[in-house]
């Protein structure tokens, strides 16, 4: 990490610390940018770094891609001073997305460092960016990359952003494939989401929003489509996602000239409310329904010790004090059947018919 963390070695590998306690909510927010590759998801952090800059508030800028070549923005975190990518494919003989995914499993083992950072950093920045790799599977469906999003959403409000290219979702079968993806995220992370169209200076993503909003002129758009299986299959998942377009946050923005970027600041401030009242009870609750299955298993535990030292001083007991390891199952078991585990009314019946016998 640039000038703020060594380069670890195996030997101090910290394990995650899991946050119980809930997450801050007067940290200054996370804003995690994904997106397809050649997205534009580099060019849209380096345009929103330099407007906030601008305007007098600094982020705190966090890159995750191990196999970019330059940053084009300043950053405060950079994975490529934690592990070397090319040195990763070279030592375990891996391809370009194998690499990519262990970069980020041995970044995610220093990740508590990372929001410690953030952490101590908080009241100089106005929010933390990062910067994700541009092969998106290899982050959001990777074990590195859920860790990372749960570390950041346990501990402070986090948003997510999902930056669309506008130019080539002019093709109804990419943009259902965007939508798709966006959706699928959306309810992995189950946090605040945004989708950015991006390159609004090359095609207005104007029909995008139309698309969204009225099925029938997707419809339309569908019909210039030589395919007509991807056509059945695009109007069918248009659709399904019709609930999931009603609740969610869109963006035009155009990362070449600025445009849009005052949207993107009002739609990062509407999600962290919305982090606040939704996601926080959420996460409340899985601690809640958390702790009440750890009581449970201490109990059943508890429980069982118990049982092994029961059935332990009665073996004590029958053999002059000696262990029998050599004992058999079943006379183990009919030992364990002379100990009364039952009840109040197991034992009144069993008085009773003691008595009766008498």
């Given amino acids: 990490m640039s000038a703020e963390n060594q380069q670890p070695s195996s030997s101090e590998i910290p394990e995650i610390a ?111 960016l990062l910067d994700t790799p541009g092969q998106i599977e290899a982050f959001t469906w990777s074990a590195s990359g859920s860790i990372i999003t749960d570390s950041l959403a346990s501990s402070h409000p986090t948003v997510v952003m999902y930056i669309v290219d506008s130019a080539r979702a002019t093709n109804p079968t990419t943009f259902m494939s965007n939508m798709l993806y966006a959706c699928s995220i959306l309810y992995r992370t189950k946090l605040p989401f945004i989708v950015v169209f991006n390159k609004a200076d090359i095609v207005k993503p104007t029909f995008a929003l139309k698309w ?56 990062i401030s509407e999600s962290v409310e919305a982090y606040k009242t939704e996601y926080v009870p959420m996460y409340e609750k899985v601690l809640a329904e958390k702790k009440e299955l750890d009581e449970k298993e201490r109990k059943k535990r508890e429980e069982e010790a118990m049982k092994g030292k029961a059935v332990h001083d009665l073996n004590k007991q029958d053999g002059d004090g000696e262990d029998d390891d050599g004992m058999l199952e079943s006379e183990l078991n009919a030992k364990v059947d002379r100990i009364h585990l039952g009840g109040v009314d197991e034992e009144n019946d069993e008085d009773a018919e003691i008595e009766r016998a008498t």
């Fill in 212 to 267: 969204m909003q009225d099925f029938e002129r997707f419809d339309e758009a569908l019909e210039d489509n030589r395919s007509s299986y991807m056509n059945d299959l695009s109007r069918s998942l248009s659709l399904v996602l019709d609930e999931f377009y009603c609740g969610l946050k869109t963006v035009c923005v155009s990362s070449a000239t600025g445009e849009g970027f005052d949207d993107v600041m009002t739609a």
């Fill in 18 to 128: 899991v946050t119980q306690t809930g997450p801050n909510l007067a940290q200054k927010p996370s804003v995690l940018v994904l997106g397809m590759a050649g997205s534009g998801k580099t060019t849209f952090v380096q345009r929103l770094t330099a407007y906030l800059h601008a305007r007098k508030t600094p982020p705190y800028v966090i890159n995750l891609d191990p196999a970019v070549t330059k940053v084009p923005y300043p950053v405060n975190v950079d994975i490529r001073d934690t592990v070397k990518y090319k040195e990763v494919m070279k030592e375990f003989g891996m391809g370009p997305n194998g690499a990519i995914m262990t970069c980020l499993n041995l970044m995610c083992t220093r990740f508590d460092k990372v929001i410690e950072l953030i952490n101590k950093r908080s009241d100089d920045f106005s929010v933390c």
